[in-house]
């Protein structure tokens, strides 16, 4: 568990500084595409290697966006520090999102939010100062958690008709407490493709419980992200070699193309 939430968590805890950094502190996107994004994703693990991926894509699938919105994207938003715009996970979502709505087997799609202001949720002793070290010295208005909650815009721009969009209740899954377990059920889903942020929290979270479920997760390492570039590597190795396949939006819309 401490390495899905060390990354988020950290961050969180330094929010208002995150804040002041933002506008000094710029991430060069060179940097961010040598280091992370599809730069880092792994060769499949032997075991992946044993499937015929276009083969498990042509099965009832859903898509899952978790945790993409504004403050993660946007300035002047509580975790803009990070810069993910700057970062290629925005444009290789957009990419996964268009070719599976093409796919006629794609019979679910999710936008999950995640806030970091937490006030009002259920809380156990470790969440009531776990939540509240993720906002300390942010003055934010109502109007403005809300708009820093928000999915970003341009994936906002793809939510059509029949889609969900809620927020994950629980630590790093949304697996627990939302609609999703019921939703993957009565619509026969087997396989749930997953982009997001924060990579190494509530992707892998989500990856992790999809198998526990009895699902087929499949994550686009470069529609992800961390809170820093340099830790990709390391949690797109540890989720490929353990949990799901790891592959980048190009090899995805590819394996979409062959299975139909």
């Known amino acids: 568990m401490n390495l899905l939430v060390s990354s988020r968590r950290s961050l969180l805890a330094g929010a208002a500084a995150g804040l002041a950094v933002a506008a000094s502190s710029k991430l060069p996107t060179a940097h961010a595409a040598t280091v992370g994004g599809a730069s880092a994703i792994p060769e499949l693990a032997p075991q992946w290697k044993k499937l015929d991926l276009a083969k498990i894509l042509a099965l009832p699938a859903a898509y899952a966006s978790v945790s993409q919105s504004k403050s993660l994207y946007d300035e002047g938003v509580a975790q803009s520090a990070e810069k993910h715009r700057e970062r290629g996970s925005l444009p290789a979502t957009i990419k996964v999102v268009q070719a599976a709505r093409k796919a ?13 202001f937490r006030e009002g949720y259920p809380q156990s002793e470790f969440d009531k100062v776990q939540y509240e070290s993720w906002t300390s010295g942010l003055n934010f208005s109502p109007e403005k958690k809300k708009w820093d909650d928000e999915l970003v815009g341009e994936l906002q721009a793809l939510v059509k008709p029949g889609d969900n969009q809620f927020n994950e209740m629980a630590l790093q899954t949304a697996f627990v407490g939302t609609q999703l377990p019921l939703e993957l059920a009565r619509k026969g889903v087997k396989v749930l493709v997953l982009t997001g942020i924060h990579l190494d929290w509530c992707i892998e979270g989500n990856a992790r419980a999809a198998r526990d479920n009895g699902y087929l997760p499949i994550v686009i390492g470069d529609a992800c992200g961390c809170q820093k570039p340099e830790q990709e590597a390391a949690a797109m190795e540890r989720i490929n070699n353990f949990f799901a396949p790891v592959i980048s939006a190009d ?10």
């Open 104 to 116: 006629k087997n794609f019979i679910s799609f999710n936008w999950i939010g995640y806030t970091i």
């Open 251 to 260: 090899t995805f819309v590819k394996l979409l193309n062959q299975s139909t």
